[in-house]
């Protein structure tokens, strides 16, 4: 009989499914393990991604498994999106019937792999029960005050009548029909992430060890947390009497210890001052267009582009020197920063030197490095701390971080400025206007405004009858879809068009999980299979979701705490972020045609090879690099292991093994065996190399030689077995069940006699200098392993006298001639 994948992997795939072994158990005494694989997006077909992403979760969910632990191993798919819609388009498919026919083939395929998922709690986000309670979520985060709707600036393509977010956008042009992306003031709904920024940052220190940490330095910079001043600009006469009597305008600083050093101020291209200058035109006709053409451009062209701006003709006062101080538009300016506006300080701050040189504004040194007392010539100066403030009038000769703290307090004290902090987060704008996306469940009444649909009507769900053509939103030209009944007061209302982004949805899909699935129609979240499953043990996926998904996962984690729904803070306690799949140096994708298709390999291969392959090729946090005759070197090692079961016998239960009984030979595959046992459980549950276990257990194999001991061979296979059934689980089970009672397939015990050495290795030194290294029997006596060195260095010894003879044990002899 030969190695017939096919055959054992459809039996075993049967029996599984049969006998629902992969439903987590309602007992919630048992200890537990909550392992996830990021879900996928229905897209048509998996990819080696997905394989190499699941394969790993599920080696992980099979070890917890068989070692005792109640475990929830879920799958599901994000299932709303734009590729659904542009499949409705290009093919002429309505987006349900695309999304649904790709998720049941999507399943058959993870099945082919083997993955042990429960089926029971499987999911896809476009259910309408999942979008109800989804919209329940958005109107009690709306009632709470965390969802709020505002008018702002967003992409927007003229031709697909839709807004996109700013990874939608590609150097300017819509990532779709190419077409110029317009910056417009568009109403829409948003979540307030931002009230969490300290929480978020603060949090990540609880994951330091636990998670990737470039995962948690991404996600620190994103939230971007800044300490420093803000304070009040006053304008000079006649400025404000020119802007109707604005007084002055705010800036932020996170270096008040430079402030001597401005030479100008610059404001974004939005503030409120330069709208009042367009507004009263009072800007001559080439600075006018100046300001239009930057405020033309999108935030993304203006970073891209050179420093550039213009003088508003306006002055402020420096308010510790007095000084007039001119006021520029900059280019480099952010309105949704701190105040949208800046004071630029040129010497100790690169852009501001970069636009103070290319406008020829002056450059004043404010800092010196302590003891350096060379001439300033104008350079960017950057020092953040062991400075010491010049030119600076009454702080001249502080050191520049105690400057800081004494020029915030005395601005405190002058009533103009006080200490903030600013975080980069924005708030994250969750309205697009998609056909396949949840609906957002708000209404608009003449009477009462805006209006939350009421809960007893959710889920609000989409019709089926519409038409995509991929210019404007399907759900807003829908003739009725949109004409609803206000809740408040029973007039007939508007239905708001816009539906949720996709990232609303992946953002609690963890927690429903873990809710008991015979609960899910009654409630979002089962209070006791919720508390006990959460949080996830142990999460994997691709680290291109280290800021957008894993942050907002986090925040939702939070606001479902705060409104009620869930207990803890955070979702995942540990993260393994996966390397991506290569093949000739590049990623595989579509586009570059270097993809290798994972239906063909398992079935010329088999599931155990492709994921034999997979954990073997390298660690799972490293890039994995294909490479086809390592597919084969898998695929034979299998075989080998299936020729040579035939060397072990059937038994019930482990042979016991008089070890001394044996030969050095045998001895030394008994130890390869037990070394590759004792790392297993640091490799499944800490390390994750499962590459080195593999590697272990493929020299264990090597060592067991037919002719051995039969006990010592079957005893081999007992626990090789055992260590690669969560990798290899098919044939695992096939050999296990043959030779070994499938149900008593477990419990392994280390055995500490097989590593005690019967020998040693031991340096022979005569007057210190390594001259032999020889090999003893442990059990010699001190006298018969002095003898034994001395043979071996006899040829420096002849003819000397031996004046000392030093044994140190286990390490080495050292004899001392004359
Ligand atoms: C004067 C100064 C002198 C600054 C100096 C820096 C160095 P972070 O650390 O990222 O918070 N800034 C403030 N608001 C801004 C806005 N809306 N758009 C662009 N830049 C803005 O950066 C804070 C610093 O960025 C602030 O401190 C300010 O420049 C600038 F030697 O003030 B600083
Ligand atoms: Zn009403």
Excluded at 332 to 340: A, K, N, P, R, S
Excluded at 365 to 388: A, M, V
Excluded at 636 to 641: D, Q, V
């Amino acid at each position: 009989m030969s190695y017939n994948p096919k055959e054992i992997e459809a039996k075993w795939q049967k029996i599984w499914q049969e006998k629902q072994e992969f439903e987590p158990l309602d007992d919630y005494t048992l200890p537990k393990k909550y392992i996830l694989s990021m879900f996928p997006y229905p897209s048509g077909r998996i990819h080696m991604g997905h394989v190499r992403n699941y394969t790993i979760g599920d080696a992980m969910a099979r070890y917890y498994r068989k070692n005792g632990y109640n475990v929830l191993h879920p799958i599901g798919f994000d299932s709303f999106g734009m590729p659904a819609e542009n499949a409705a388009i290009k093919h002429k498919i309505h987006p349900k019937k695309w999304t649904y026919e790709n998720i049941e083939y999507m399943v058959k395929e993870l099945d082919s792999l083997g993955l042990s998922f429960s089926k029971r709690r499987m999911l896809a986000t476009s259910d309408p029960l999942y979008t109800k309670w989804e919209q329940e979520f958005f109107i009690k985060m709306y009632e709470a005050g965390l969802i709020y709707r505002k008018s702002a600036i967003v992409n927007w393509c003229e031709n697909d009548q839709t807004v996109l977010a700013n990874e939608q956008v590609e150097d300017g042009k819509c990532w779709r029909c190419g077409h110029e992306v317009v910056q417009k003031d568009m109403p829409g709904y948003y979540l307030r992430i931002t009230k969490y920024a300290n929480e978020l940052l603060d949090d990540l220190e609880g994951l330091k060890d636990s998670w990737p940490s470039q995962v948690i330095t991404m996600q620190e910079n994103w939230i971007g947390r800044s300490d420093g001043l803000e304070f009040s600009f006053k304008f000079d006469d006649e400025s404000k009497e020119k802007l109707d009597g604005i007084p002055g305008f705010k800036v932020f600083t996170t270096r008040p210890d430079t402030i001597y050093g401005m030479s100008y101020t610059a404001l974004a291209p939005e503030h409120s001052v330069v709208k009042k200058l367009l507004d009263k035109e009072l800007l001559d006709p080439k600075t006018e267009d100046k300001v239009r053409e930057i405020l033309n451009q999108s935030p993304r062209e203006r970073q891209e582009s050179d420093k550039d701006g213009v003088f508003l003709g306006l002055y402020v006062i420096h308010p510790l020197t007095n000084k007039k101080i001119p006021v520029w538009l900059a280019n480099f300016v952010l309105v949704e920063y701190g105040d949208g506006a800046v004071m630029a300080v040129p010497a100790h701050d690169e852009r501001d030197h970069e636009f103070a040189s290319k406008f020829n504004l002056d450059i004043k040194q404010s800092i010196k490095l302590k003891g350096d007392n060379s001439p300033y010539n104008g350079e960017f100066l950057d020092i953040q701390s062991g400075g010491e403030l010049i030119n600076s009038g009454e702080c001249s000769g502080l050191d520049n971080v105690v400057a800081k703290e004494k020029i915030t307090s005395k601005f405190e004290e002058m009533g103009i400025g006080k200490k903030v902090t600013n975080y980069r987060l924005r708030d994250w704008g969750v309205s697009r206007q998609r056909y396949w996306g949840a609906p957002i469940p708000m209404i608009y009444c003449n009477d009462c405004g805006l209006v939350p649909e009421s809960l007893e009507n959710l889920p609000v769900t989409l019709p089926e009858d519409i038409e995509i053509t991929g210019e404007g939103n399907p759900l807003d030209k829908h003739p009725t879809w949109k004409r609803c009944v206000c809740p408040k007061c029973g007039k007939v209302a508007r239905r708001e068009s816009d539906t949720l982004d996709t990232f609303f949805q992946s953002s609690w899909y963890f927690a429903r999980f873990a809710s008991d699935e015979k609960t899910w129609d009654k409630t979002a979240f089962d209070e006791k299979s919720v508390n006990y499953w959460m949080s996830v043990d142990q999460y994997i996926g691709g680290i291109e979701h280290a800021i957008l998904h894993l942050l907002y996962a986090r925040f939702f984690q939070k606001a479902l705490r705060d409104l009620g729904y869930l207990r803890d803070s955070e979702p995942f306690k540990n993260l393994l972020t996966q390397g991506m799949v290569l093949k000739d140096g590049a990623k595989m994708s579509k586009s570059k045609g270097n993809t290798v298709d994972p239906d063909e390999l398992i079935s010329s291969f088999g599931a155990d090879t492709a994921r034999l392959f997979i954990l073997f090729a390298a660690p799972p946090m490293k890039e994995l690099e294909w490479n086809d005759s390592a597919v084969e070197g898998a695929y034979k090692f299998i075989n080998r292991l299936f020729d040579r079961s035939e060397n072990a016998y059937k038994t019930n239960t482990i042979p016991i093994i008089n070890h001394a009984g044996l030969t050095k030979d045998e001895k030394y595959a008994r130890l390869k065996v037990y070394e590759a046992l004792v790392r297993a459980n640091d490799v499944y549950t800490k390390t994750f190399t499962f590459n080195t276990l593999i590697a272990g257990c493929m020299e264990a194999l090597n060592a067991l030689n037919a002719q051995y001991n039969k006990d010592v061979l079957t005893e081999g296979f007992w626990i090789i077995l055992n260590l690669l059934e969560p990798i290899i689980p098919h044939i695992a089970n096939e050999l296990s069940q043959k030779l070994f009672n499938r149900e008593n397939f477990k419990d392994i015990k280390v055995l500490d006699e097989v590593f005690v050495k019967d020998s040693i290795n031991l340096a022979v030194t005569v007057n210190g200098k390594k001259r032999a290294e020889i090999e003893v029997d442990t059990n010699l006596s001190k006298d018969q392993i002095l003898t034994a060195g001395k043979d071996a260095v006899a040829k420096w010894l002849d003819g000397k006298e031996i004046i000392k003879e030093i044994y140190v044990k286990d390490k080495l002899i050292n004899l001392v001639i004359k």
